[in-house]
């Protein structure tokens, strides 16, 4: 099993950063793509930035130019940082990975629990 442990939320205002990391520990084989979802009140989960392991990246076109996710495959983490934010980027992010746990089993989605990102105005 792989379990993902985010870090790095928190308040801020707006205009100013935050850096979001994430660390992938337990069973793992292999990890494909990293990523970060995010999910605000009353919306649905979306995409904010993904990179596969060869370090191409997507990010969502309302976070292009202020975000930039990278990843360490060594220490099996992935980060977010986080520029120039608005009160619209203010929701739970949440990292994800596709792994494969053994070399045995297929590859899954694992999701860590998720962590607050507050921009005031």
């Known amino acids: 099993q792989v379990q993902l442990v985010e870090s790095g939320g928190g308040l801020v205002q707006a205009g100013g950063s935050l850096r979001l990391s994430c660390v992938a520990s337990?069973?793992?084989?292999?990890?494909?793509?990293m990523g970060w979802y995010r999910q605000a009140p009353g919306k649905q989960r979306e995409l904010v930035a993904s990179i596969t392991n060869e370090g191409v990246t997507i990010y969502a076109e309302s976070v292009k130019g202020r975000f930039t996710i990278s990843r360490d495959n060594a220490k099996n983490t992935v980060s977010l940082e986080m520029n120039n934010l608005k009160p619209e980027d203010t929701a739970v992010y949440y990292c994800?990975?596709?792994?494969?746990?053994?070399?045995?089993?297929?590859?899954?989605?694992?999701w860590g629990q998720g962590t607050q990102v507050t921009v005031s105005s």
């Open positions: 994800t990975v596709r792994a494969k746990a053994t070399i045995f089993r297929k590859e899954n989605d694992y």
């Open positions: 337990g069973s793992i084989f292999s990890i494909n793509s």
